[in-house]
């Protein structure tokens, strides 16, 4: 028996055999305790060419895969051999990737946790236990953006390594993932009553979290050290510099990471004078990082699909932003008792009825602070977004007279 198991295809013929029998409606669990007494343990690598040349062979479409892809989870669970997966170095994509599994894997105790009171849920306690489920539901719909930078950044490079199978498995398991938190929401908003809203857990939040669980497994013992074994630091590094354009997933990540390549590849990094032109002068990249670190203003913009697309980080900002909400409708990022202004200042400006709001906080933390929202419009009046502008004004407040340019001499001396 160990020279079968110690024979890559006659193992992966093993595997693919028992993954029909799976298709073709076999008991999981006895396939599973098949699987451990057979091969012991399965390289990662294996799993994905058996998937692949499942979907090749047209043995299985798909579609078909797809449907049976949690049955293939349960019974692959913790019998993948990642003894030869890569050492991921800090900063890395998939470094983030991992970090943000963690901080997924964190609210998902925190649902169960939640969840456990449901049974005898009465309903005097159900507005308190809804506020806390859709607290967790929207933390984890920030997981979207840990799945486009998968299906936008990793899966193209992995396509031209001829890799389509787990890409196209995964990226069908994130749309459903997606269509379940949506039914999520709107079961929420219904105003469930503590029966439905048990029902709304069977039936919904929990299949939705137990989806996302299994996504991680497959992500950390498929697809991540397949992904380090197949693409090219380069590669790896176009991805690197393109994450932010995407946002971050519950989690921040301060390490920076610049692999050892070839200074022609480097110049992929688009780090240049003058990187920036604009109408009325141009930039560099660290000029334009620069000036709005230093700003005396903190600055939020969102586009006019009301995600948020841009935060000036400045080491002083009065409310504090990090990078986990780029890319998050702007409506997330309100508690819900100030939603619905929110969703007005909007309306009123993609509407044209409106081009500012303005707002002031006497005493936040013993400072006076502005808020102005502006609408953003383009050359012919169309609506691009709003920037929201934050000040401390305290000390501006205070002016009086006149203090002139020449003002700065007589101090200086």
């Given at each position: ?13 093993m ?45 299985l ?13 349960a ?9 030869g ?5 800090a ?47 929207n ?31 995964m ?36 299949p ?12 950390e ?10 693409l ?30 070839n ?27 620069a ?26 900002r ?8 780029i ?16 969703e ?8 044209g ?40 004004i305290t ?19």
């Amino acid at each position: 028996m160990s020279e079968f198991i110690n024979n890559a295809t006659q193992r992966k013929e093993m595997l693919r055999h028992l993954l029909l029998r799976l298709h073709a409606g076999d008991n999981p669990e006895v396939l599973r305790q098949r699987l451990i007494e057979v091969l012991q343990h399965i390289p990662y690598n294996e799993v994905v060419e058996v998937e692949q040349e499942l979907i090749s062979s047209q043995a299985l479409s798909e579609n078909e895969i797809l449907d049976f892809c949690d049955l293939h989870t349960a019974v692959l669970d913790g019998s993948i051999d990642l003894s030869g997966a890569k050492r991921i170095p800090a900063g890395h994509p998939v470094d983030t990737f991992k970090k943000e599994n963690a901080a997924i894997k964190a609210e998902i105790e925190r649902f169960r946790e939640i969840a456990r009171g449901v049974n005898g849920l009465s309903d005097a306690e159900l507005p308190d236990f809804i506020l806390k489920v859709r607290e967790v539901l929207n933390h984890l719909a920030d997981i979207d953006k840990h799945y486009r930078r998968k299906e936008y950044l990793v899966f193209p490079f992995l396509e031209k390594h001829e890799i389509t199978g787990p890409p196209t498995v995964m990226w069908g398991k994130h749309d459903e993932i997606r269509e379940l938190m949506k039914a999520a929401f709107e079961m929420l908003a219904e105003h469930p009553t503590a029966d439905e809203m048990r029902s709304a857990l069977s039936l919904v939040i929990n299949p939705l979290v137990e989806l996302i669980e299994g996504m991680i497994m497959k992500e950390e013992e498929i697809l991540f050290p397949m992904a380090m074994d197949t693409l090219t630091e380069e590669e790896w590094y176009k991805i690197y510099q393109e994450t932010t354009e995407f946002g971050y997933c519950l989690f921040d990540p301060t390490d920076e990471w610049r692999p050892a390549i070839n200074a022609q590849a480097e110049k992929q990094e688009y780090i240049h004078s003058d990187a920036i032109r604009l109408s009325s002068g141009a930039f560099d990249l660290d000029e334009l990082e620069a000036l709005f670190v230093h700003l005396p203003i903190d600055i939020t913009f969102v586009d006019k699909h009301d995600k948020v697309r841009f935060f000036s980080h400045s080491p002083k900002r009065l409310f504090e932003r990090n990078r986990s909400i780029i890319g998050r409708d702007v409506r997330m990022c309100h508690p819900p008792g100030s939603v619905h202004i929110v969703e007005r200042i909007i309306n009123d400006f993609k509407s044209g009825k409106e081009n500012k709001a303005c707002f002031w906080i006497s005493n936040f933390k013993g400072r006076f602070v502005h808020i102005e929202y502006t609408a953003v419009r383009g050359k012919e009046g169309e609506y691009l977004g709003v920037v929201e502008v934050t000040q401390d004004i305290t000390d501006l407040r205070k002016l009086e007279g006149d203090q002139r340019l020449l003002s700065y001499e007589r101090k200086a001396n």
